[in-house]
């Protein structure tokens, strides 16, 4: 039986179809083989032996910050609110539901900081001696960079992966390391591009964004592990002086400083824990608290502690608009935040203690003790908006200088929040030169007096 017309059509429609879809499918299979639409993330891996550090966005206990609920009640003890580390300076933070704390603050806090290079070194030139070690004026080709110069930083995000012995990869097995991976937001020109943002919809929900990413161990490397890796120690401006780091050379990928705008080769440092810088200035002595208090990339001092009233307080005087709708207790980069307290009820503390509730379990326990050793001068950080990295033109820098410049040490400038230095109860051995810090904890103001920064 001779086909009609409309048959034959009909076949070679479909003869068409398919042929079409045969020449789509190998076309695009080779693509999916080199750029799968889903790739395999280094957490992927991680995550079969490590669980990631912190508390998920969905449940931080700063989710209601900006709740009267957090301000002073008669009778009602203040407590620690939230308590955040931040791996990686002037990057995203990680919030935590307890912390050890050692000599140089919260355990994993400030361990890295990117760094940028800087035009040709002069030479060098010496400073005056004081209670820092005397030594010759440093020109390094390296500066460190913060939200101060480049606030874009604030959309690296950082997470922190530690061994978890329930957890065996029956391809790897038992995996040791302690690793953080750290991700910016990074799509490709072209057909590569459009695969990164079909693949970032697709495995992280319609608001996935492509993000590129790198990742470094947190336990610092041997001497024949630096020599493999091509790493160096070399000096790094921070702020007015310089810190002798070992620069991770070549783990940055060169997209990073695109993404920044950051214009010079940029590289990532990591302090020496046997080289960490020790704290004077307003810290306690050795001769008083058995040891000298030390930082990594802090800026000042161990720890960074900020009063959720205060910042409701300074927030009534802010001027808003659409770029700053409420004060985001984060944009003050803090390492405890604490609540039920009076407005500034922190200003002139001198020593306070950390314990678990009389209800609690744990009640019993010893405190953990804090000198409590000068205010935060505020600088214009905190105008950057810590979900966004968009600076704000103003504010809060213009408020901080109008309402708080309370510290003598510091004319014309804004103070918010406390500098703290751990007291631990024994001294002799290096291992017991550890406290601990927990969301609940009640706080217990020892000693208050007058503060002059330095």
């Not at 697709?202 to 890796?229: H, Q």
């Not at 010893?366 to 103003?394: E, M, Q, W, Y």
């Not at 609940?440 to 002059?452: D, S």
Request: charged share 25%; aromatic share 8%; net charge positive.
């Amino acid at each position: 039986m001779i086909p009609s017309v409309s048959e034959v059509v009909a076949l070679f429609d479909l003869t068409a179809v398919i042929l079409l879809l045969t020449t789509v499918v190998v076309f695009v299979i080779p693509i999916f083989i080199l750029f799968p639409p889903i790739p395999v993330e280094r957490s992927d891996a991680l995550r079969q032996t490590h669980t990631k550090l912190g508390i998920p966005a969905s449940q931080s206990n700063l989710r209601t910050q900006t709740s009267p609920e957090h301000n002073y009640q008669p009778g009602k003890p203040a407590k620690i609110q939230s308590l955040y580390v931040y791996p990686v300076k002037s990057c995203r933070g990680i919030e935590v539901g307890h912390s050890k704390v050692l000599p140089k603050g919260l355990e994993f806090d400030r361990l890295f900081a990117f760094a940028r290079q800087k035009p040709k070194a002069v030479a060098n030139t010496p400073v005056p001696s004081g209670e820092d070690e005397a030594q010759p004026k440093k020109n390094p080709q390296w500066e460190v960079i913060t939200l101060r110069q480049v606030p874009l930083l604030a959309n690296i995000k950082v997470d922190l992966w530690l061994p978890d012995v329930s957890k065996t990869s029956r391809q790897l097995g038992r995996v040791g390391g302690r690793f953080i991976v750290i991700r910016f937001p990074w799509r490709d020109f072209g057909l590569k591009g459009i695969i990164q943002w079909i693949s970032a919809k697709l495995s992280r929900g319609l608001s996935g964004t492509p993000e590129k990413e790198f990742m470094l161990s947190i336990d610092f490397p041997s001497p024949g592990e630096i020599k493999a890796a091509g790493y160096q120690y070399e000096d790094t401006s921070f702020f007015a002086k310089s810190v002798y780091a070992l620069n991770l050379r070549n783990e940055v990928p060169p997209e990073l400083g695109l993404y920044l705008g950051v214009a010079v080769p940029i590289t990532i440092f990591m302090v020496d824990p046997e080289q960490r810088r020790e704290v004077f200035r307003n810290a306690p002595r050795k001769a008083d608290a058995g040891y000298q208090p030390v930082i990594d990339f802090q800026d000042a001092y161990p720890l960074h502690l900020l009063n959720l009233t205060s910042v409701r307080a300074l927030e009534s005087k802010v001027q808003k608009d659409q770029n700053l709708q409420f004060l985001d207790a984060r944009r003050f980069r803090p390492n405890i935040i604490v609540s039920g307290l009076k407005e500034y009820d922190e200003d002139d503390w001198k020593s306070i203690e950390f314990s678990q509730p009389p209800q609690s379990a744990t009640a019993k326990l010893s405190g953990s003790k804090f000198d409590v050793s000068c205010r935060t001068v505020r600088c214009k950080l905190p105008n950057v908006d810590p979900a966004t990295g968009i600076r704000h033109k103003v504010e809060p820098d213009n408020s901080l200088r109008k309402y708080r410049n309370i510290d003598e040490g510091a004319p014309k400038s804004g103070c918010m929040g406390m500098q703290l230095c751990p007291i631990f109860p024994k001294t002799d051995d290096p291992e017991e030169l550890e406290l601990s810090l927990q969301v609940g904890m009640e706080i217990k103001v020892l000693r208050r007096g007058h503060h002059l920064a330095l």
